[in-house]
């Protein structure tokens, strides 16, 4: 099973800033098989990126994704107050899914 | 507008079998460009996927793919002619206490582009 490990687990920065997650995956994963979440207290998450860099329907253009093998991050360049919230990502490999423990992206 | 909605008891007593159905409008689960899935989420934690089903064209029943860690006791299956699908997880025990979503995924990208709201269980007794 490859194991994705979320960097920092919580990620305190003011609106305007710019945030960048990191996902490492214990082996290397397909860039077509890597996707972002963003989950909200309460709800269930929501399809950000797909493909490493493929934005889904609707998601704004502040959110991307890039990386390769076993490095990956999501950048949101400037935040806005909806954007903090607890974020995953998720890995297709070997016939299984797994996710990250998540990062959570909170207001300084 | 696609939906899905999780359904089923949301108190199980340990070593019962869980049993949810998630029921799917505005698309159908015999759409052979999509598989058909569901993730857990224990209170406070991460997501979990648990297992997979696609219908495909070649079979009433589908076929399905699991988690190797939950594998020898879940099983799950689908009903086109009711557009839904379901889990079923034997020996329920409290660490399976968990919201239970069910989610479409697309196949050439292994994401999941739409979830349920997502239903708790408790396993207690």
Known sequence: ???LTQSPGTLSLSPGERATLSCRASQSVSRTYLAWYQQKPGQAPRLLISGTSNRATGIPDRFSGSGSETDFTLTISRLEPEDFAVYYCQQYGNSAYTF????????? | QLQLQESGPGLVKPSETLSLTCSVSGDSVSNSRYYWGWIRQPPGRGLEWIGSIYYGTSSYSGTTYYSASLKSRVTISIDASKNQFYLKLSSETAADTAVYFCARHYP???????WGQGVLVTVSS
């Open chain 1, 1 to 3: 099973e490859i194991v």
């Open chain 1, 100 to 108: 990250g423990q998540g990062t959570k992206l909170e207001i300084k």
């Open chain 2, 108 to 114: 050439v990208t292994h994401s999941f582009d739409y």
